[in-house]
């Protein structure tokens, strides 16, 4: 089983940055796609951006061109790189993963809080 630990949340100013790391526990398993997800009060959880293991990305409309996903295969980790932060993306990031086990698994981190406000 893999799993995934999350660092990198806090407090930051509105149009300031934030990184977020994601590792995913050392194991056989081959992950095919890494990614963020988030989700703020009263909202439903909704994609920030993924990466496959062939670097293929995929970034949620509202963050796009703001925010750089990137992998490292080797170590198994996932950085999100988020500029031009905005108070409505105050949220609890998750990291998330899909890899295959007799079939596929998604498996999540257990969340990291960004705040953005003055």
């Known amino acids: 089983q893999v799993q995934l630990v999350e660092s990198g949340g806090g407090l930051v100013q509105p149009g300031g940055s934030l990184r977020l790391s994601c590792a995913a526990s050392?194991?056989?398993?081959?992950?095919?796609?890494m990614g963020w997800y988030r989700q703020a009060p009263g909202k439903q959880r909704e994609m920030v951006a993924s990466?496959?293991?062939?670097?293929?990305?995929n970034y949620g409309d509202s963050v796009r061109g703001r925010f750089t996903i990137s992998r490292d295969n080797v170590e198994n980790t996932v950085t999100l790189q988020m500029n031009s932060l905005k108070p409505e993306e105050t949220a609890v990031y998750y990291c998330?993963?899909?890899?295959?086990?007799?079939?596929?698994?998604?498996?999540w981190g257990q969340g990291t809080q960004v705040t953005v406000s003055s």
């Open positions: 050392k194991s056989h398993f081959v992950i095919d796609i």
């Open positions: 998330h993963a899909e890899y295959y086990d007799r079939g596929s698994v998604d498996t």
């Open positions: 990466i496959t293991s062939g670097s293929d990305t």
